[in-house]
């Protein structure tokens, strides 16, 4: 059987013979085609994704058919639709079977096309064939949300409680899947975020406590945005206005209170104002804190006054809870804190009249003066007020003493100045003034009386009272007979007693000697005092740190025969211890003398008996 599609030209051979002679010829059979075959699609079915925002132009499938019969050609066409306006999206190229984009897609309008495509050849009798081509579109985020309404308006009551909701915003994104998912959000106007809204169903909720005396209106701005990979968003403006309700509580203005004033007001003195708002008449009245009924408040405006007279070194600060009731007996509590301002009232007092100190004579200067040689001098003063009012301000009144020392002014330390000489001025004694900081300035009511004492330092050479001492001893003489006394003096207290005295030179042979507390020269060897007629000695006194010299010249005489005597050369007496009693213990006579002569007696070697 002839087959076009299988050989369309035959080439013959014919030979002919008459059993001598062979012929040969050629015939050639062109097979005619007849059209006995559809053409045939790849697919029954063809099924593309495109996206939504794919440019116009664009291919979208190129569809692939066979046919049997090759010699032929074939067309393309969009036959059907399932939705009419599909023909008119997109078309076909009739000679390859490119289907192009001809209109924008628009998921939201048509989520898939369906479309029937056919294929047709040119044999005779034409055949034609068919398949189904769907086209589904996929979304692109080209929609924003939209919310249902422009303006969203409510009231709210100031005392709702938290959570409570106040209003649900919706809208709607005609967009697929993630690029059609809404979350919402408060974009401005949330002020002290007094409200919260569910991100996924758009309830508007009370975040926070109310009060409509500090916000009685807010305007929210809501915004919707979507989950596409480039989100959009659309807002809405919310107006919520605060009410109060017939039967709310009485709320205060301010769940707490503050101020200050100062003490010593006249009683009835404002204080502060607090106040409270509800739909009926209010009571206010004072439950705590006034401590010995300090204040009142007017019950119908909420003022509060004083009653008694402040004083801030008695109270500096008071808590009060006021509590205000309305016609129903509901009752609302706030605190109010009133603090007691220092009025300098009050003079500073000294802790005690007199204060007493010392200090060394060689201190050096700004050395602090000390009490009993250990702590420093500090003049003490007290002052009932505070602050400003309470800082104390000390001052030396008297000139002279101001020369030698300073007091310092915060403190009431004091120091030295200047040099101080115990010799000059053993001790000083001046007055301290002490006042406060405060406006009116105000100083204690007596002064302090104040006295410095000088100690004295051995910071003076002794001194004889003569550099030269002229003295004579009459032959014979005796031991312990004084020759003289000689006297030295230190400016020093309390030196001079320490003064000791001694003989330094000329008295080698120990002719005499001296009391080294008293400076009285006396004979030690009196035999041997005749051998020279003129002895000098050196004398010096010393108070241990500084000494001094003088020369005491002592000449040898024998005494006249005079025709005097004693009647004894020995006298001997006797006297009972710790008589008290003044009475003769001896009477010495002398011979030779004339009649109602007078004569002069001494003790040659005198003691302190």
């Not at 205000?324 to 007996?329: A, E, H, L, W």
């Not at 060897?525 to 050196?538: A, T």
Request: net charge negative; aromatic share 8%; with cysteine.
């Amino acid at each position: 059987r002839l087959d076009w599609e299988r050989q369309a030209d035959y080439n013959l051979t014919v030979s002919v013979t008459d059993g001598a002679f062979l012929v040969y010829t050629h015939v050639h059979v062109s097979v005619i085609d007849v059209n006995e075959q559809r053409p045939e699609f790849s697919s029954p079915e063809f099924q593309v994704e495109v996206p939504e925002n794919i440019s116009l132009g664009s291919q979208i499938i190129k569809l692939n058919v066979t046919d049997s019969d090759k010699a032929r050609k074939i067309f393309y066409s969009l036959h059907t639709a399932q939705n009419p306006s599909s023909l008119l999206t997109f078309k076909i190229n009739p000679m390859d079977g490119t289907i192009t984009l001809r209109q924008k897609l628009d998921r939201e309008f048509i989520s898939q096309h369906i479309i029937t495509v056919a294929v047709k050849d040119t044999g005779t009798p034409s055949k034609k064939n068919f398949a189904r081509l769907v086209i589904d579109v996929q979304d692109h985020n080209d929609h924003a949300p939209e919310f249902l309404s422009q303006l969203i308006q409510t009231r709210l009551h100031e005392t709702a409680s938290i959570g409570t909701s106040v209003v649900q915003a919706f809208a709607v994104d005609t967009d697929h899947g993630e690029n059609g998912r809404i979350v919402y959000s408060i974009l401005s106007g949330n002020i002290g975020n007094s409200f919260s809204i569910d991100s996924e169903l758009g309830i508007l909720r009370v975040a926070r406590q109310l009060d409509m005396t500090v916000q009685p209106e807010y305007m929210l701005i809501l915004k919707a945005s979507d989950h596409g990979q480039m989100p959009l968003s659309t807002t809405v403006p919310v107006h919520i206005l605060l009410t109060m309700a017939d039967s709310a509580a009485p709320r205060f203005v301010h769940s707490h209170y503050a101020t200050e004033v100062y003490e010593n007001q006249p009683i009835g003195h404002f204080i502060i104002h607090v106040e409270a708002r509800s739909q009926s008449s209010l009571f206010y009245e004072i439950t705590e804190g006034n401590t010995d009924g300090m204040f009142q408040i007017n019950p119908s405006t909420g003022i509060i006054m004083t009653k008694q007279y402040l004083d801030f070194e008695k109270t500096r600060f008071y808590n009060l809870t006021v509590q205000v009731s309305n016609m129903v007996s509901v009752k609302a509590h706030a605190t109010v804190d009133i603090h007691i301002l220092d009025v300098n009232d009050n003079a500073p007092k000294f802790d005690k009249s007199f204060f007493e100190g010392n200090i060394s004579e060689t201190a050096a200067m700004g050395s602090l003066i000390l009490v009993n040689n250990s702590n420093p001098l500090v003049i003490k003063a007290t002052d009932g007020d505070s602050g400003l009012n309470s800082l104390l301000l000390y001052e030396i009144l008297e000139d002279h003493a101001k020369k030698f020392f300073t007091i310092d002014s915060s403190t009431g330390a004091i120091r030295t100045i200047m040099g101080l000489d115990y010799e000059s001025q053993s001790f000083f004694e001046f007055n301290v003034r002490v006042s406060d900081m405060g406006k009116p300035r105000l100083s204690a009511e007596t002064t302090a009386n104040v006295k410095i004492h000088i100690k004295d330092e051995n910071d003076s050479p002794p001194i004889f009272e003569h550099e030269d001492y002229n003295e004579a001893v009459l032959l014979p003489t005796f031991a312990n007979v004084t020759v003289t006394t000689v006297h030295a003096s230190d400016p020093d207290l309390d030196i001079r007693s320490q003064l000791k005295y001694s003989i330094t030179g000329g008295n080698e042979a120990g002719l005499f000697s001296i009391n080294a507390l008293s400076g009285r020269v006396f004979v030690q060897k009196p035999k041997q005092i005749g051998s020279s007629s003129q002895h000098n000695l050196d004398l010096t006194v010393s108070d241990g740190t500084f000494t001094d010299v003088c020369k005491l010249n002592i000449a040898v005489k024998k005494s006249d025969n005079s025709g005097l005597a004693f009647s004894k050369s020995r006298y001997y007496a006797t006297v009972l211890e710790n008589t008290t009693k003044s009475d003769v213990v001896l009477v010495v006579n002398v011979l030779g003398s004339a009649l109602n002569e007078n004569l002069e007696f001494r003790l040659l070697n005198p003691s302190d008996m």
